[in-house]
C-alpha cells in the first residue's frame, strides 16, 4: 500500500473531532474511543486546532471532507453559536454552542455542558436537585449553560452569585420565564453578600462556575454555608482538589469536581450524533484512575 492509500481517510468509519485552541490537552479523544469500543459505533474521534481567526473555516473544511460532527471547546464556543442553522432550546439559553452535526444538509448546534452538569450529581453523585437550594458562582458562560438544565431539576432556589453583581442580575433575568414555569425562585447578587446569608437560608448545592479554580483562587463563600450535608461541586477538575474543594472538605461539605460532568457531556453529544447512549461508569472509573495515577507522579 502507498503512502498516499496510508492516508486516505476509512469512509466505513465516521469522523468527528474536537475544535478548539490550544486543544492538544483535551480527554475528550479518550472518552469517545472508550464509548465507540462499548457500543460498537464506528467512530473516529480527533483533535483538531482551528486558528484564532479561522474558526468557520476550519470546520466547514471538515464538514466538506467528509466530517459528521464536532466538539467545540474553548474559545469557540460563542462562534459555533453564530454558526449554527438550527439551536436547541438549551443551546439557546446559554448563549453558547460545544456540539455540532450536520442532519438534513443543516448545521445543528446544542450545549450539553448543564445537562452534563445535572447528570454528573444527580446520577453518578445520587444528590437530587428538587427542592434543593442552588448556589450558583459566577455568571459566564459555564453558569449561563448550567442554568436551564438546574431549573428543570425543580430546585427551591437558586442563587447565582457573581464578583460583578450586575452580570449575576442580567443573567438571572434571561431565566425569569423558565424559572416561573418550574417554579424555581431565583436570586441574583454579588459575592460579598453572600455573607448576610443566613443557616436557614443556607444552601444544599453549591457549583463553582467562576474562573477561580483557574487562577488558583478561593471564592469568598463563608463558613457557614460549607458545613455537613452540602455538595460542594466545582466543574474543574485535575489530578488534585481545586483550593475550594479543599477548603470545603475542612468545613465538612462532600465535595467532587468536574471530572463526571466532563464524561456525560461527551455521552450526550455521542447520543446526538449516533442515537445510542453510552454507559458512562465505567468511562469515568478509567479517568479517575488515571487522574489518581498522574496526582501519584
Same mark, same amino acid.
Not at 85 to 101: I, S
Not at 271 to 295: F, H, K, M, S
Given at each position: 500500500?502507498?503512502?498516499?492509500?496510508?492516508?486516505? /481517510? %476509512?469512509?466505513?468509519?465516521?469522523? +468527528?473531532?474536537?475544535?478548539?485552541?490550544?486543544?492538544?490537552?483535551?480527554?475528550?479523544?479518550?472518552?469517545?474511543?472508550?464509548?465507540?469500543?462499548?457500543?460498537?459505533? $464506528?467512530?473516529? +474521534?480527533?483533535?483538531?486546532?482551528? @486558528? &484564532?481567526?479561522?474558526?468557520?473555516?476550519?470546520? #466547514?473544511?471538515?464538514?466538506? =471532507?467528509?466530517?459528521?460532527?464536532?466538539?467545540?471547546?474553548? @474559545?469557540?464556543?460563542? =462562534? !459555533?453559536?453564530? &454558526? $449554527?442553522?438550527?439551536?436547541? @432550546?438549551?443551546?439557546?439559553?446559554?448563549?453558547?454552542?460545544?456540539?455540532?452535526?450536520?442532519?438534513?444538509?443543516?448545521?445543528?448546534?446544542?450545549?450539553? %455542558?448543564?445537562?452534563?452538569?445535572? #447528570? %454528573?450529581?444527580? %446520577?453518578?453523585?445520587?444528590?437530587?436537585?428538587?427542592?434543593?437550594?442552588?448556589?450558583?458562582?459566577?455568571?459566564?458562560?459555564?453558569?449561563?449553560? !448550567?442554568?436551564? /438544565?438546574?431549573?428543570?431539576? #425543580?430546585?427551591?432556589?437558586?442563587?447565582? !452569585?457573581?464578583?460583578? $453583581?450586575?452580570?449575576?442580575?442580567?443573567?438571572?433575568?434571561?431565566?425569569? =420565564?423558565?424559572?416561573?414555569?418550574?417554579?424555581?425562585?431565583?436570586? !441574583?447578587?454579588?459575592?460579598?453578600?453572600?455573607?448576610?446569608?443566613?443557616?436557614?437560608?443556607?444552601?444544599?448545592?453549591?457549583?463553582? $462556575?467562576?474562573?477561580?479554580?483557574?487562577?488558583?483562587?478561593?471564592?469568598?463563600?463563608?463558613?457557614?454555608?460549607?458545613?455537613?450535608?452540602?455538595?460542594?461541586?466545582?466543574?474543574?477538575?485535575?489530578?488534585?482538589?481545586?483550593?475550594?474543594?479543599? +477548603?470545603?472538605?475542612?468545613?465538612?461539605?462532600?465535595?467532587?469536581?468536574?471530572?463526571?460532568?466532563?464524561?456525560?457531556?461527551?455521552?450526550?453529544?455521542?447520543?446526538?450524533?449516533?442515537?445510542?447512549?453510552?454507559?458512562?461508569? @465505567?468511562?469515568?472509573?478509567?479517568?479517575?484512575?488515571?487522574?489518581?495515577?498522574?496526582?501519584?507522579?
Amino acid at each position: 500500500m502507498t503512502a498516499e492509500q496510508n492516508s486516505t /481517510p %476509512d469512509t466505513t468509519i465516521d469522523r +468527528y473531532v474536537v475544535v478548539g485552541n490550544p486543544v492538544s490537552h483535551s480527554r475528550s479523544p479518550a472518552i469517545h474511543a472508550a464509548f465507540s469500543r462499548q457500543t460498537g459505533e $464506528a467512530v473516529q +474521534y480527533e483533535r483538531l486546532e482551528a @486558528p &484564532l481567526d479561522a474558526f468557520a473555516d476550519t470546520v #466547514r473544511r471538515f464538514l466538506a =471532507e467528509g466530517g459528521h460532527g464536532f466538539n467545540v471547546t474553548t @474559545p469557540f464556543k460563542l =462562534e !459555533a453559536y453564530d &454558526l $449554527a442553522d438550527r439551536l436547541t @432550546p438549551r443551546a439557546e439559553a446559554a448563549g453558547a454552542v460545544n456540539t455540532m452535526w450536520i442532519e438534513d444538509g443543516l448545521i445543528h448546534g446544542d450545549n450539553t %455542558d448543564g445537562i452534563g452538569l445535572v #447528570r %454528573d450529581i444527580q %446520577d453518578n453523585l445520587d444528590v437530587l436537585l428538587e427542592g434543593r437550594r442552588i448556589l450558583l458562582l459566577g455568571a459566564g458562560g459555564a453558569a449561563m449553560g !448550567a442554568m436551564l /438544565p438546574l431549573i428543570e431539576c #425543580r430546585p427551591a432556589r437558586i442563587v447565582v !452569585a457573581n464578583r460583578t $453583581a450586575q452580570k449575576a442580575s442580567d443573567m438571572v433575568e434571561q431565566f425569569v =420565564e423558565a424559572a416561573d414555569q418550574y417554579n424555581v425562585e431565583l436570586w !441574583a447578587g454579588g459575592l460579598d453578600a453572600l455573607g448576610a446569608l443566613s443557616d436557614d437560608e443556607g444552601c444544599d448545592v453549591i457549583i463553582n $462556575a467562576s474562573a477561580s479554580s483557574l487562577q488558583g483562587e478561593l471564592p469568598p463563600v463563608p463558613d457557614h454555608l460549607l458545613g455537613e450535608g452540602v455538595l460542594a461541586y466545582d466543574m474543574m477538575y485535575g489530578a488534585k482538589p481545586t483550593v475550594f474543594l479543599a +477548603y470545603a472538605a475542612k468545613c465538612g461539605a462532600t465535595t467532587s469536581d468536574g471530572l463526571g460532568m466532563l464524561v456525560e457531556q461527551a455521552a450526550e453529544a455521542f447520543y446526538n450524533w449516533r442515537g445510542v447512549r453510552p454507559n458512562t461508569t @465505567p468511562v469515568l472509573a478509567e479517568l479517575r484512575a488515571a487522574l489518581q495515577a498522574e496526582a501519584a507522579r
